[in-house]
């Protein structure tokens, strides 16, 4: 089963939003609940992944509070070359994903550009400077490309057997199953997107883990912002 969902028919724009500290509030409105269990096998690598870290849930759920401290994190970076790996770290950890890609637009071409990869759960999320998508080990760029043309979020249960992806040379080499990849508003008219994948089994992300993403967007744009500005800022004041 996949989904497509209109871009921005969520998420507020960037402009609207205070930061993380104002967003505790609507995310705790938003998420009264707990998702649905994760199956057993996958909730057992997180807790094993997770160690002696209390400070995130390991139960396979994602709630309001991990949403806000993946925010606040995210919020503290001020340089891109750290921001973007701790936002796709922080995506993954909060919607247990595996692995996964940050893509920017390079330059006025339009094509895309990957900013920050995690090839594995193994290892942190590190930043590249402008890797083409179709060398990257850690995005479909098919879907990637869809995304950002459409503006859709895309959803995918077992890209594996969907009948468009199905014979995808990225999708059949690393045996994904399940997909989720979604734009990010990033001033503008600006356009990113964040991609993630969970191989170890089928449908392990939802419209929840969706709306999750959207909040770390909305804070990791917020901060991209802050860091541009900070970088002009410090290279006005060199060039006195």
């Given at each position: 089963m996949?989904?497509?969902?209109?871009?921005?028919?969520?998420t507020s724009?960037?402009?609207?939003?205070?930061?993380?500290?104002?967003?505790?509030?609507r995310?705790?409105?938003?998420?009264?609940?707990?998702?649905?269990?994760?199956?057993?096998?996958?909730?057992?690598?997180?807790?094993?992944?997770?160690?002696?870290d209390?400070?995130?849930?390991?139960?396979?759920v994602?709630d309001?509070?991990?949403?806000?401290e993946?925010?606040?994190a995210?919020?503290?970076e001020?340089r891109?070359?750290?921001?973007?790996?701790?936002a796709l770290?922080?995506m993954?950890?909060?919607v247990?994903?595996?692995?996964?890609s940050?893509l920017?637009?390079?330059?006025?071409?339009?094509s895309l550009?990957?900013?920050?990869?995690?090839?594995?759960?193994?290892?942190?999320?590190?930043y590249?400077?402008?890797?083409?998508?179709d060398?990257?080990a850690?995005?479909?760029?098919?879907?990637?490309?869809?995304v950002?043309?459409?503006g859709?979020?895309?959803?995918l249960?077992?890209?594996s057997?969907?009948p468009?992806?199905?014979?995808?040379?990225?999708?059949?080499?690393?045996g994904?199953?399940?997909?989720?990849c979604?734009?990010?508003?990033?001033?503008e008219?600006?356009?990113?997107?964040?991609?993630l994948?969970n191989n170890?089994?089928?449908?392990?992300f939802?419209?929840?883990?969706?709306?999750?993403?959207g909040d770390?967007?909305?804070?990791?744009?917020?901060?991209?912002?802050?860091?541009?500005?900070?970088?002009r800022?410090?290279?006005?004041?060199?060039?006195r």
């Amino acid at each position: 089963m996949s989904y497509h969902l209109p871009f921005g028919s969520r998420t507020s724009s960037p402009e609207k939003t205070q930061g993380a500290a104002a967003m505790a509030g609507r995310l705790e409105a938003s998420y009264p609940v707990f998702l649905s269990e994760v199956r057993t096998s996958y909730e057992r690598s997180v807790a094993a992944d997770a160690g002696a870290d209390s400070s995130r849930p390991v139960s396979g759920v994602i709630d309001a509070r991990s949403i806000l401290e993946a925010s606040r994190a995210v919020s503290a970076e001020y340089r891109l070359d750290r921001l973007f790996p701790v936002a796709l770290d922080e995506m993954i950890a909060c919607v247990f994903a595996e692995r996964g890609s940050l893509l920017v637009r390079r330059g006025q071409t339009g094509s895309l550009a990957v900013r920050a990869e995690r090839p594995s759960q193994d290892e942190a999320a590190r930043y590249v400077d402008s890797l083409p998508p179709d060398l990257s080990a850690s995005v479909c760029t098919d879907i990637a490309y869809f995304v950002h043309r459409t503006g859709e979020t895309v959803l995918l249960e077992d890209a594996s057997s969907h009948p468009d992806y199905r014979d995808n040379a990225y999708i059949s080499k690393h045996g994904v199953k399940s997909v989720v990849c979604v734009p990010v508003a990033a001033g503008e008219g600006e356009r990113w997107v964040a991609y993630l994948e969970n191989n170890l089994f089928s449908g392990a992300f939802t419209g929840e883990s969706v709306r999750a993403l959207g909040d770390i967007s909305e804070q990791l744009a917020i901060s991209a912002g802050n860091a541009t500005e900070r970088k002009r800022l410090e290279r006005n004041l060199a060039d006195r």
